[in-house]
C-alpha cells in the first residue's frame, strides 16, 4: 500500500494533467453537439466491430449445428412436396416419399467395392434398401443398420446398378461403375435407336422402389455402340463429387410395401 501511495506522490503531476485532461474532453462533448455526435460515433463503430467479431467467432463454432438444422428442414419441405403430390426440380412423378437427414462419418471411393457410412439408424426410422442422395444426385443404398449408424453400398460398386434414364427420352439403362475414374459412371443397356448427344442429362428412372423417377445422376461425356451393337456404351459424368460427400438425406417410400407385395403375388404365379 506504501508503494502505491509513493508512486501517486512522484506521478501527481502528469496524473494531474491526465484528469483535468479527462474532464475538459467530457465536458466538451457534453456541451457541444458536434463533439458529441462525433464520439458517439466513434465509440459506436468501435463497440460494432467488437460485437461483429464476436458473432463470428460465435458463429464459426455453430455451423455444425446450422448444418443440420439446414438439413433438417430442407427434408420436412422434400416430405411435404411429395406428401401433396406436387412436382419439384427433382421429381417428375407423382410420388410419396419421406426425407431423412444425416451425415458421412466414413467412406470410400478408390476400392473396386466402396462404402459409406452415416450417422443415422434405425432409431432415426433408417432401415435396409433405402436410397440415399444428396442436392446433386444420388449416393447409394443402405445396407445395414444399427441403432445409431447404417452402410451404404455406393454407387461406386460392382454390387451396385442403378435404373437410369436420357432425360429428354424415356429409354433407360443400367448404371454401373468399372472401378476406374469414380466421378464418372457407364450407362448400359440404352437401346441403338434412342437419340443419345453429348452433355444430355441422365436421371433416374424409377422403375424401383428404392429412388424417385428425376432424381439427378450426370451428364454424357462420351457413347459408343456395344460389341453386338444393339446397345449403347455411355460415359456419364456424375454431378456428386463422390470424393467428397459430406451431407446425405435418406429416401423412404412410404408405398414400398404395398408394390412389393402386389409384385410378389405376380411373381408366385404360374
Known amino acids: 500500500m506504501q508503494q502505491i ?3 501517486l506522490l512522484r506521478k501527481r503531476n502528469p496524473l494531474l494533467f491526465f484528469l483535468l485532461l479527462v474532464i475538459s474532453y467530457a465536458l466538451t462533448v457534453q456541451s457541444h453537439s458536434y463533439h458529441r455526435s462525433k464520439f458517439i460515433n466513434s465509440t459506436g463503430n468501435i463497440t460494432g466491430k467488437l460485437f461483429a467479431y464476436q458473432t463470428d467467432i460465435s458463429n464459426y463454432f455453430k455451423l455444425k449445428s446450422y448444418n443440420e438444422r439446414l438439413l433438417e428442414e430442407n427434408a420436412r419441405l ?3 412436396i411429395s406428401s401433396f403430390n406436387l412436382d419439384s426440380l427433382m ?3 407423382k410420388s410419396n416419399y419421406t426425407y431423412y437427414p444425416a451425415s458421412v462419418i466414413n467412406s470410400t471411393y478408390h476400392k473396386t467395392n466402396n462404402y459409406l457410412t452415416i450417422d443415422a439408424g434405425l432409431n432415426d426410422s433408417i432401415t435396409r434398401d433405402m436410397g440415399v442422395i444428396t442436392d446433386k ?3 447409394g443404398i443402405v445396407e445395414n443398420t444399427s441403432s445409431n449408424y447404417a452402410t451404404v453400398i455406393s454407387i461406386l460398386n460392382n454390387r451396385s446398378s442403378i435404373n437410369a434414364q436420357l432425360k429428354k427420352t424415356n429409354h433407360f439403362g443400367s448404371l454401373k ?3 476406374k475414374d469414380p466421378n464418372v459412371m457407364q450407362l448400359q443397356d440404352v437401346p441403338r435407336f434412342a437419340p443419345v448427344a453429348v452433355n444430355d442429362t441422365v ?3 424409377g422403375r424401383s422402389t428404392i429412388f424417385p ?3 439427378p445422376i450426370g451428364k454424357i461425356i462420351g457413347f459408343e455402340l456395344g460389341q453386338n451393337e444393339n446397345f449403347y456404351e455411355i460415359e456419364v ?3 456428386n463429387d463422390m470424393t467428397d460427400v459430406g451431407f446425405v438425406e435418406i429416401i423412404k417410400n412410404q408405398n414400398k410395401k404395398e408394390v412389393k407385395k402386389l409384385e410378389s403375388n405376380h411373381s408366385n404365379e404360374k
Open 5 to 7: 501511495f509513493d508512486f
Open 78 to 80: 422434400k416430405t411435404t
Open 91 to 93: 421429381l417428375d412423378i
Open 203 to 205: 436421371i433416374t428412372g
Open 177 to 179: 461403375w468399372n472401378g
Open 137 to 139: 444426385g444420388i449416393v
Open 213 to 215: 423417377k428425376g432424381l
Open 237 to 239: 459424368l456424375l454431378f
